[in-house]
């Protein structure tokens, strides 16, 4: 069992920063890899950013490419979502979650565990 717990969400203005925290408890943070999505009113959720369970390797959808960078800290047990020069349409609710099984790392369903999700509003 992974339990994940998101913060750092909150309002920004356009072209602002914000950087999202992950802490996991339960299984040895530095065996599985971490992603995180997001999901705004009204649309699917999607994948933002996954990275590898020793931090070697990353992944990003190409809307947030050279914006965000995803990290972590498994001294921490953390996962890092540092997202810059916002836009409006980076306004959802972001998700991060743990893929345990090394099937995957960009589709919702390779993962095993979720987040309750931060609120991430950037106004224009």
């Known amino acids: 069992q992974v339990q994940l717990v998101e913060s750092g969400g909150g309002l920004v203005q356009a072209g602002g920063s914000l950087r999202l925290s992950c802490a996991a408890s339960g299984r040895t943070f530095s065996s599985y890899a971490m992603g995180w999505f997001r999901q705004a009113p009204g649309k699917e959720r999607e994948f933002v950013a996954a990275i590898s369970w020793s931090g070697g390797s990353t992944y990003y959808a190409d809307s947030v490419k050279g914006r965000f960078t995803i990290s972590r800290d498994n001294a921490k047990n953390t996962v890092y979502l540092q997202m810059n020069s916002l836009k409006p349409e980076d306004t959802a609710v972001y998700y991060c979650?743990?893929?345990?099984?090394?099937?995957?790392?960009?589709?919702?369903?390779?993962?095993?565990?979720w987040g309750q999700g931060t609120q991430v509003t950037v106004s224009s």
């Open positions: 979650a743990a893929e345990v099984q090394r099937v995957g790392v960009r589709y919702g369903w390779e993962y095993d565990y």
